[in-house]
């Protein structure tokens, strides 16, 4: 991360010496217990109301949030003091942490910050940009062709502004102005055959209709600043070792799992799922324990539908199977968690019910 906001700064042309990237991590070994006390302090004079108010823009608000959802901001809120900085700079996203922080901290015996904010871009669609939302980004490493793609259908509606939801124009705003102003401050930003010395004027040309601030027009103005720039970024990547840093950071092969797994999972033949070749002996393992079994009995599903909390009904159509067949699929990301023992308790509770065997 460290290497790639050097990188950032680079492609802005800045000099990089006068600013020091420092990648933090937990606190010093001797600060552990200072910290984990702290953390206890916080904690118990936060509310969950207050903690789930602080981060409502930057966690995933859900009825039932984890702790570590909750802790996030006041663990934000401590990063201010044991890493020794004066000040903190995020998005206007991180306000409501940088109000707890301020409240919080002083209570604690240590000094309040400054906290320093920039606004956010919308998303090139005209909502929230997001990492889980490929329309409303412009990665890094994106290809020139890629890049035109997305601004050709960037959200544009004639007449509206960057503050109504206009993503090209608030592109504008907050990427190409400041990129010219930074490169050759003054010089203004040309779109056709016009140039603006200042978004607003810019702006007032597209709401008034103005023939050359055209959609297409700002479109291109976007893409002629922007790509540049990106391509400082494509031609370091090209390095064997940033090569395998992207590799290792995003595996190619995650997307086609993902979607190999929801085709598969949505049959329900046992041979469907098991066709690879390295498991038909596991296949024809099951099939052996599968002929040895005792039919199943309607009488159970009965009690599966109450363990499950299913209609019974909805089992009906289970009855002339002599053997059921059910799959629990997992895809864990490292080791395997206490969230894998729910549905294996349920499994346990499963197997004591007359005529149900469980093969793990």
């Given at each position: 991360?460290?290497?790639?906001?050097?990188?950032?700064v680079?492609?802005?042309?800045a000099?990089?010496?006068?600013?020091?990237?420092?990648?933090?991590?937990?606190?010093?070994?001797?600060?552990?217990?200072?910290?984990?006390e702290d953390?206890?302090?916080?904690?118990?004079?936060?509310?969950?109301?207050?903690a789930?108010?602080?981060?409502a823009e930057?966690?995933?608000?859900v009825?039932?949030?984890?702790?570590?959802?909750?802790?996030?901001p006041?663990?934000?809120?401590l990063?201010?003091?044991?890493?020794?900085?004066d000040?903190?700079?995020?998005?206007?996203?991180?306000r409501?942490?940088?109000?707890?922080?301020?409240?919080?901290?002083?209570?604690?015996?240590?000094r309040?910050?400054i906290?320093?904010?920039?606004p956010?871009?919308?998303g090139?669609?005209?909502?929230?940009?997001s990492?889980?939302?490929?329309?409303?980004?412009i990665?890094?490493?994106?290809s020139?062709?890629?890049?035109?793609?997305?601004?050709?259908?960037?959200?544009?509606p004639?007449?509206?502004?960057?503050?109504?939801?206009?993503?090209v124009?608030a592109?504008?705003?907050?990427?190409v102005f400041?990129?010219v102003?930074?490169?050759?401050?003054?010089?203004g930003?040309?779109?056709?055959d016009?140039?603006?010395?200042?978004?607003n004027?810019?702006?007032?040309?597209y709401?008034?209709?103005?023939?050359?601030?055209?959609?297409?027009?700002?479109?291109?103005?976007i893409?002629?600043?922007?790509?540049?720039?990106?391509?400082?970024?494509?031609q370091?990547?090209?390095?064997?070792?940033?090569?395998?840093?992207?590799?290792?950071?995003?595996?190619?092969?995650d997307?086609?799992?993902?979607?190999?797994?929801?085709?598969?999972?949505g049959s329900?033949?046992?041979?469907a799922?098991?066709?690879?070749?390295?498991?038909?002996d596991?296949?024809?393992?099951?099939?052996?324990?599968?002929s040895?079994?005792?039919?199943?009995?309607?009488?159970?599903l009965?009690?599966?539908?109450?363990?499950?909390?299913?209609?019974?009904?909805?089992l009906?159509?289970?009855t002339?199977?002599?053997?059921?067949?059910?799959?629990?699929?997992?895809?864990p990301?490292?080791v395997?968690?206490?969230?894998?023992?729910?549905?294996?308790?349920?499994l346990?509770?499963?197997?004591?019910?007359?005529?149900?065997?469980?093969?793990?």
């Amino acid at each position: 991360m460290s290497f790639l906001v050097s990188l950032l700064v680079f492609m802005l042309a800045a000099q990089v010496l006068k600013a020091q990237l420092v990648a933090t991590g937990y606190p010093s070994l001797s600060k552990q217990g200072s910290y984990s006390e702290d953390v206890y302090r916080i904690s118990a004079d936060t509310s969950v109301r207050d903690a789930r108010k602080a981060g409502a823009e930057v966690v995933k608000q859900v009825a039932n949030p984890l702790v570590s959802g909750l802790l996030y901001p006041l663990l934000q809120a401590l990063d201010e003091e044991y890493l020794h900085v004066d000040a903190q700079f995020g998005g206007v996203d991180q306000r409501k942490i940088f109000v707890m922080a301020e409240r919080i901290l002083p209570r604690l015996g240590y000094r309040k910050r400054i906290h320093l904010m920039n606004p956010m871009v919308p998303g090139l669609t005209g909502d929230k940009m997001s990492a889980s939302e490929a329309a409303s980004k412009i990665d890094l490493l994106e290809s020139s062709s890629s890049v035109q793609a997305k601004l050709a259908t960037a959200a544009c509606p004639p007449g509206q502004r960057a503050a109504e939801g206009n993503g090209v124009l608030a592109f504008i705003k907050f990427v190409v102005f400041p990129l010219v102003n930074l490169a050759a401050p003054g010089s203004g930003v040309k779109v056709g055959d016009m140039s603006f010395a200042t978004f607003n004027d810019l702006e007032a040309a597209y709401v008034a209709g103005v023939a050359e601030v055209s959609p297409e027009a700002l479109r291109a103005c976007i893409f002629e600043h922007l790509d540049p720039r990106i391509e400082v970024v494509r031609q370091r990547f090209t390095e064997p070792r940033l090569l395998k840093l992207l590799s290792d950071a995003y595996p190619a092969d995650d997307a086609h799992c993902v979607e190999k797994h929801a085709a598969e999972s949505g049959s329900a033949s046992l041979t469907a799922v098991f066709s690879d070749d390295g498991l038909t002996d596991l296949k024809n393992r099951l099939s052996s324990i599968e002929s040895q079994l005792p039919s199943l009995e309607p009488s159970s599903l009965k009690s599966i539908a109450d363990l499950l909390l299913l209609n019974l009904e909805s089992l009906q159509p289970l009855t002339s199977r002599r053997v059921l067949r059910c799959m629990w699929s997992i895809a864990p990301s490292g080791v395997p968690h206490l969230g894998h023992t729910l549905p294996l308790r349920l499994l346990a509770r499963l197997s004591c019910i007359s005529g149900v065997h469980v093969n793990v």
